[in-house]
């Protein structure tokens, strides 16, 4: 019996505990968000927090400062069958590009070697 081929991924993401404070109860608390890809500046994990919260209706709770900060790694895999039969196929990288301008994500295109 053939093996089949895996698609794989290393995905590095910032783990954030940050202090939010909830302006109904009047409360801090801390909370873990992840975060993609590796970000350095607290003001950055800062305003990714708040556009979760607003994205979540999370409007009275306010991020009040980053507390602790570890970008961690981790490996995925998927068999090469089912990564086409739920990929979205494009003719060319310029192609996916012009998709992913026009669609107004928030997406980078890295180029793998």
Known sequence: MRKEKLVTRTIISTKANVLLYDANTKETREEEFVISGIIKKDVT??????????????FSEKVVT??????IEALYAITETDFVAHATKYESREALAKALK????????????
């Open 45 to 58: 994990i800062q305003n990714k927090v708040k556009k979760i919260l607003e994205a979540d209706g999370r």
């Open 66 to 71: 980053v507390l602790a900060t570890e970008s």
């Open 102 to 113: 026009e669609s107004g994500n928030d997406v980078e295109l890295k180029t793998e070697a």
